[in-house]
Structures are given as structure tokens and as C-alpha cells.
């Protein structure tokens, strides 16, 4: 109960001065627990035994709990929290960075009163706002889906009331209250980090600086990335996603908040917990899947593999691509197949089952299965097609090929795909290799594969066009290169004025003990930062060819 009332002063004024008040009618000789007691707290609590302990009636706490209320109406009745005020300065200060006066925000919290209090805010504001939360029905959901896309800029959801929707057409998402659940938070993110989204995500956490609470998280994001970058875990995965992990993030945070000096031993610990559970799970794996131990970077591979956003990715271009029906609900997509079947509410991962509605497809569907072997995979000696295309003027003969070049760190992706036409005397024309490009994408264009270039000539064509790829997508491997030292160079920046911000913050601390003490935690964390950063800096680059054909006019392509 305690730690609970903490959070609650840590979201708002009006979530602690709204459970205070229910808290002192309980304790009244003739009050009884309010019914709308969970409008005020967490969704996800046990509130049996939360009410056992609000029924409690202690005479000696109603004083207690008088002078706690008045401080808080004080408060209350000075203004909004300081909280607000933030909110509310980086809702500018974003709008103006994406230059889009009817951007859109997704605020999450824990509380519904502080969700109700930051709808009344913002709306005296002049900002239209909706919310969303664990009482609304799935018909009020859609509604509230539909508003936010259309008319709406703002929604205030809690973590209960942004599950099992879709709002990519969002691409800013501000924790105002932080889960503890590291898992939890991903999820949020992910409510707008989907297929269909156009944008670069932003996500802003809220934390209160100087306390314990934000000291666990940075401690523990450390330990987590480390565990990740060892076995290619992400924080989404079953590991970081499970009810044991929850309760053991649970745990130590409540831990740390009784002993504040402890932080440091108890985040080791649950980190080494999930560390034998990454190896354990990297076994299991090993036994299952392979007849030979598994090379670190082959594991890494596997247990990282976003193997459903693939296969999603597959499904949904390729019924798009070939004309067939396609519609996204609320509970997945419904899929319209060229044999008349037609699947409903499907999804493409069991972590995204909100109900016993969805059905999810994966990898061993026979359907699935039969557009993996009919992918269009280009290797050296395949043989090379020969395209007529009707559009195409007389005398536009030679080899198209269409080229993706990268540049990747273990977390930095970036890439281009370059279209590249050779004409038969040699020449390269990259308007002509866009215009086929364009071509090859119309659903208008008549095309006919009149024969194919096989054996030796087809791996001597292959070679020369990898050695024109090369060549001509140097231009490009150096964009990508440059834009990966402008990222290390903000990426620095951003970094160094924090470090030191927080140096300066810890020097101006009194007890010489103490701030040797925090000055020697910042360095050790300083230094992992540095490794980081030095890390980033080894960029692969690659260059792969996605197809390779040859145009030319039909009485010669015979």
C-alpha cells in the first residue's frame, strides 16, 4: 500500500488527493469503500486485497490521513503540478520540431485520475482531447480509435485501455507515468510502432529526477542492453514479457524504494536472474534446433529474429501486389485469398492475442509456406529472365537490376535501394532504370517473360552488374555513411551535456562521502557509454542484388 500511494503522488496531486479522500471515508465510523475506488487506482492491482487493507479501521490513521489530505487540496489549489507544466512544453516544443500544427500525441498513465486531470488541463488549453481506459467496451474503443485518427489530437490512454488497437497514424508517444515492467513499456510503444507507419517513432518517458525510481531505471536499462547485445534478446521478448519477470521488476522496485541503498545490489541481482534465463534459453534452443552447438553470432541471429513482422510483411504485400482483398479491424487483418478462402481477425504473432477471436498465422501455415518457396530470390548463376514490357520504347534493350545497399551497426540500420540499367552497348541511363522501375510496379503495365539466360552467361552477367552496383552505389554507400557519423555526432553531443548536467547536479551535493560516491557510479556508467558509442562507430557496409532481367524488343527476346 505504501509503495502504491507513492506512485500515485509521483503521477499527480489529483491521483494521491482522490484515493486520500476515499481513503478517510473508509476509516469514518459509518464509511464504506466507495465502489469507484478502482477509477482511481491501478488496473492491474489486486483490489481484494487492496479493499481489506482500506477497511482497516485505525483511529489513530484518520488524523494522519486528515493532514495528508489538507497538504494535498494545498496543493491542489495552487495549481496544476509542475508535471503538467512539462507536458505541455514538450507538446510545443515537438509540434514545432515536426512543423505539423495538428500533430498528434498518445499520453499513457496509470491512473484514471490523473488521466481525467490532464484531459481538463490540456482542454483549457484549447487542445481537443479524448481518453481511453479499462472501462470502455470494445465498441467504445473503436469509436475512440476513430476520433483520435480523424478529429482529435491528443488521447490519454492507460496501459488496460491501449491494448488491442492500432494507432500508427500516431507516431509521438509520451509516458507520462513509467510501468515498471520494462515489457509493459514496449507494449505502449508498440501501439504505434506497427506496419503502416511512416514516421520515426519518438517516445518521451517522465521521470522525476533524483529519486530512486529513476535510479533503478537507468541502472537497469544498462543491464538489460548488455544482456541483449550478448544473446540477441530484445525487451520484448518472452523472457522480459513474462508474469514471472513482472513480478520481479515488481519487486525491485519496492525493494530499492525501502532501502534506496540497495539499488545497485538489487538490480545486479534481478539482471543475473534474467541472465541464466537468457542462457537457458539459448539451450533449449541449441537442443531443439540444431544438431551442433550454435555459434554466438548464429544465436544472436535466431533468438532476435523478428521472424512475424516478416511473415506479416509477406502476407499483407503480397495480397496487395496481386489485387486480392485485404482489411485491417480491430482484432487483426482479414485476408481474402485467390482460392475464395477468406481468414478473419488474423494476426501474425501470439504476443498480440488480446481475445479468443484472433487466429495467428505463422510460418508453418501451408499457405505461408507456399509464397516462401515462390519468393523471388536472386543468387549468382540464377538464371536471368528476358522481360518485354509493351510501354517500353524501340530500342530499350539491356539488363535491369534492382540493388539494396546497407550500412548496419548492432544498432544502426539504415539502407537504399538503387534501380541500375545497363543498355547492350554498355551504357548506364538511371532515368531509364527508375522508368522500369515504375514499370514493374504498375498494376497497368502489360509484361510478358519471354524466355530466360541460363549457365555461365547468366553468372558472367550477374558479375558484371554487381561490378556496376558497386561502382554506382558509392555515392549512395557514402550518403548512408555520412548520415551514420552526423547520428554518432548527436548521439555524443547529447550525451556529453547530460553527463555533464548530472556532474554538475552531484557536486553541488554537501556530504563529501556522498558525492564522491555518485561521482564514481556516474564515471563507471560514463565509461559503458563510451564502449557503447565505440561500438557504434564500426558501421558493416553491404551490398546485395533483389533481381536481375533483361528487356528488350519480342522478336528478339525468342
Same mark, same amino acid.
Given at each position: 500500500?505504501?509503495?502504491?500511494?507513492?506512485?500515485?503522488?509521483?503521477?499527480?496531486? !489529483?491521483?494521491?488527493?482522490?484515493?486520500?479522500?476515499?481513503?478517510?471515508?473508509?476509516?469514518?465510523?459509518?464509511?464504506?469503500?466507495?465502489?469507484?475506488?478502482?477509477?482511481?487506482?491501478?488496473?492491474?492491482?489486486?483490489?481484494?486485497?487492496?479493499?481489506?487493507?482500506?477497511?482497516?479501521?485505525?483511529?489513530? !490513521?484518520?488524523?494522519?490521513?486528515?493532514?495528508?489530505?489538507?497538504?494535498?487540496?494545498?496543493?491542489?489549489?495552487?495549481?496544476?503540478? +509542475?508535471?503538467?507544466?512539462?507536458?505541455?512544453?514538450?507538446?510545443?516544443?515537438?509540434?514545432?520540431?515536426?512543423?505539423?500544427?495538428?500533430?498528434?500525441?498518445?499520453?499513457?498513465?496509470?491512473?484514471?485520475?490523473?488521466?481525467?486531470?490532464?484531459?481538463?488541463?490540456?482542454?483549457?488549453?484549447?487542445?481537443?482531447? +479524448?481518453?481511453?481506459?479499462?472501462?470502455?467496451?470494445?465498441?467504445?474503443?473503436?469509436?475512440?480509435?476513430?476520433?483520435?485518427?480523424?478529429?482529435?489530437?491528443?488521447?490519454?490512454?492507460?496501459?488496460?485501455?491501449?491494448?488491442?488497437?492500432?494507432?500508427?497514424?500516431?507516431?509521438?508517444?509520451?509516458?507520462?507515468?513509467?510501468?515498471?515492467?520494462?515489457?509493459?513499456?514496449?507494449?505502449?510503444?508498440?501501439?504505434?510502432?506497427?506496419?503502416?507507419?511512416?514516421?520515426?517513432?519518438?517516445?518521451?518517458?517522465?521521470?522525476?529526477?533524483?529519486?530512486?525510481?529513476?535510479?533503478? /531505471?537507468?541502472?537497469?536499462?544498462?543491464?538489460?542492453? %548488455?544482456?541483449?547485445?550478448?544473446?540477441?534478446?530484445?525487451?520484448?521478448?518472452?523472457?522480459?514479457?513474462?508474469?514471472?519477470?513482472?513480478?520481479?521488476?515488481?519487486?525491485?522496485?519496492?525493494?530499492?524504494?525501502?532501502?534506496?541503498?540497495?539499488?545497485?545490489?538489487?538490480?545486479?541481482?534481478?539482471?543475473?536472474?534474467?541472465?541464466?534465463?537468457?542462457?537457458? +534459453? %539459448?539451450?533449449?534452443?541449441?537442443?531443439?534446433?540444431?544438431?551442433?552447438?550454435?555459434?554466438?553470432?548464429?544465436?544472436?541471429?535466431?533468438?532476435?529474429?523478428?521472424?512475424?513482422?516478416?511473415?506479416?510483411?509477406?502476407?499483407?504485400? /503480397?495480397?496487395?501486389?496481386?489485387?486480392?482483398?485485404?482489411?485491417?479491424?480491430?482484432?487483426?487483418?482479414?485476408?481474402?485469398?485467390?482460392?475464395?478462402?477468406?481468414?478473419?481477425?488474423?494476426?501474425?504473432?501470439?504476443?498480440?492475442?488480446?481475445?479468443?477471436?484472433?487466429?495467428?498465422?505463422?510460418?508453418?501455415?501451408?499457405?505461408?509456406?507456399?509464397?516462401?518457396?515462390?519468393?523471388?530470390?536472386?543468387?549468382?548463376?540464377?538464371?536471368?529472365?528476358?522481360? /518485354?514490357?509493351?510501354?517500353?520504347?524501340?530500342?530499350?534493350?539491356?539488363?535491369?537490376?534492382?540493388?539494396?545497399?546497407?550500412?548496419?551497426?548492432?544498432?544502426?540500420? %539504415?539502407?537504399?535501394?538503387?534501380?541500375?540499367?545497363?543498355?547492350?552497348?554498355?551504357?548506364?541511363?538511371?532515368?531509364?532504370?527508375?522508368?522500369?522501375?515504375?514499370?514493374?510496379?504498375?498494376?497497368?503495365?502489360?509484361?510478358?517473360?519471354?524466355?530466360?539466360?541460363?549457365?555461365?552467361?547468366? !553468372?558472367?552477367?550477374?558479375?558484371?552488374?554487381?561490378?556496376?552496383?558497386?561502382?554506382?552505389?558509392?555515392?549512395?554507400?557514402?550518403?548512408? %555513411?555520412?548520415?551514420?557519423?552526423?547520428?554518432?555526432?548527436?548521439?555524443?553531443?547529447?550525451?556529453?551535456? +547530460?553527463?555533464?548536467?548530472?556532474?554538475?547536479?552531484?557536486?553541488?551535493?554537501?556530504?563529501?562521502?556522498?558525492?564522491?560516491?555518485?561521482?564514481?557510479?556516474?564515471?563507471?556508467?560514463?565509461?559503458?557509454?563510451?564502449?557503447?558509442?565505440?561500438?557504434?562507430?564500426?558501421?558493416?557496409?553491404?551490398?546485395?542484388?533483389?533481381?536481375?532481367?533483361?528487356?528488350?524488343?519480342?522478336?528478339?527476346?525468342?
Amino acid at each position: 500500500l505504501m509503495v502504491l500511494l507513492q506512485k500515485l503522488v509521483t503521477s499527480s496531486t !489529483e491521483a494521491i488527493k482522490t484515493t486520500l479522500e476515499k481513503r478517510l471515508n473508509a476509516l469514518s465510523p459509518d464509511g464504506n469503500l466507495p465502489e469507484e475506488l478502482e477509477e482511481s487506482l491501478e488496473e492491474d492491482i489486486d483490489f481484494d486485497e487492496i479493499s481489506d487493507v482500506f477497511r482497516v479501521k485505525m483511529d489513530s !490513521e484518520i488524523e494522519e490521513v486528515k493532514n495528508l489530505l489538507s497538504l494535498a487540496e494545498k496543493c491542489s489549489n495552487a495549481g496544476y503540478d +509542475a508535471k503538467t507544466e512539462a507536458l505541455i512544453d514538450r507538446i510545443y516544443c515537438l509540434t514545432s520540431e515536426e512543423e505539423e500544427p495538428d500533430l498528434k500525441f498518445l499520453i499513457f498513465t496509470e491512473f484514471v485520475a490523473t488521466q481525467k486531470m490532464l484531459q481538463k488541463y490540456l482542454t483549457e488549453r484549447g487542445f481537443s482531447v +479524448a481518453i481511453l481506459n479499462g472501462s470502455f467496451g470494445l465498441t467504445e474503443r473503436a469509436d475512440v480509435q476513430k476520433v483520435f485518427a480523424e478529429k482529435v489530437r491528443i488521447l490519454i490512454s492507460t496501459d488496460a485501455g491501449g491494448e488491442g488497437i492500432n494507432l500508427q497514424f500516431c507516431h509521438i508517444v509520451i509516458n507520462y507515468d513509467i510501468p515498471w515492467a520494462p515489457a509493459k513499456l514496449e507494449q505502449r510503444i508498440g501501439r504505434v510502432d506497427r506496419i503502416g507507419q511512416s514516421h520515426r517513432v519518438k517516445a518521451i518517458n517522465f521521470f522525476f529526477k533524483n529519486t530512486v525510481e529513476s535510479r533503478v /531505471y537507468e541502472v537497469l536499462q544498462i543491464k538489460l542492453k %548488455k544482456i541483449s547485445e550478448e544473446f540477441g534478446i530484445d525487451k520484448t521478448s518472452d523472457i522480459l514479457d513474462s508474469g514471472e519477470a513482472e513480478k520481479e521488476f515488481r519487486n525491485l522496485y519496492i525493494n530499492s524504494i525501502i532501502k534506496p541503498e540497495t539499488v545497485e545490489h538489487e538490480v545486479e541481482r534481478v539482471a543475473s536472474e534474467l541472465l541464466q534465463r537468457a542462457k537457458k +534459453a %539459448k539451450d533449449r534452443w541449441d537442443k531443439l534446433h540444431s544438431k551442433k552447438e550454435l555459434k554466438h553470432e548464429e544465436a544472436e541471429k535466431i533468438l532476435g529474429h523478428p521472424l512475424p513482422y516478416w511473415v506479416e510483411k509477406m502476407v499483407v504485400n /503480397y495480397l496487395i501486389s496481386h489485387g486480392k482483398g485485404l482489411e485491417k479491424g480491430l482484432f487483426g487483418y482479414n485476408l481474402f485469398w485467390e482460392d475464395g478462402e477468406i481468414m478473419k481477425n488474423i494476426i501474425f504473432s501470439r504476443e498480440n492475442i488480446k481475445n479468443g477471436n484472433s487466429e495467428n498465422l505463422s510460418i508453418e501455415h501451408p499457405k505461408v509456406m507456399k509464397l516462401i518457396k515462390n519468393l523471388p530470390l536472386f543468387v549468382p548463376g540464377e538464371k536471368v529472365p528476358k522481360i /518485354y514490357i509493351k510501354d517500353l520504347p524501340p530500342g530499350v534493350n539491356g539488363y535491369w537490376s534492382l540493388w539494396k545497399i546497407l550500412l548496419q551497426t548492432p544498432s544502426y540500420r %539504415k539502407e537504399r535501394i538503387m534501380p541500375l540499367f545497363r543498355q547492350e552497348d554498355g551504357r548506364i541511363f538511371k532515368t531509364t532504370a527508375h522508368r522500369l522501375w515504375d514499370i514493374f510496379l504498375s498494376h497497368d503495365s502489360h509484361i510478358e517473360c519471354c524466355g530466360e539466360i541460363c549457365g555461365d552467361e547468366a !553468372e558472367l552477367i550477374y558479375m558484371e552488374m554487381e561490378d556496376l552496383a558497386i561502382k554506382y552505389g558509392e555515392d549512395v554507400m557514402n550518403e548512408l %555513411k555520412e548520415n551514420h557519423r552526423d547520428f554518432l555526432r548527436k548521439e555524443r553531443e547529447k550525451g556529453e551535456y +547530460a553527463f555533464n548536467a548530472r556532474r554538475k547536479a552531484v557536486e553541488r551535493i554537501g556530504l563529501t562521502e556522498v558525492k564522491n560516491y555518485r561521482l564514481r557510479l556516474l564515471e563507471k556508467e560514463k565509461d559503458l557509454w563510451n564502449e557503447g558509442m565505440a561500438q557504434k562507430e564500426y558501421a558493416i557496409p553491404d551490398i546485395s542484388c533483389l533481381i536481375i532481367c533483361y528487356t528488350g524488343e519480342k522478336n528478339e527476346l525468342k
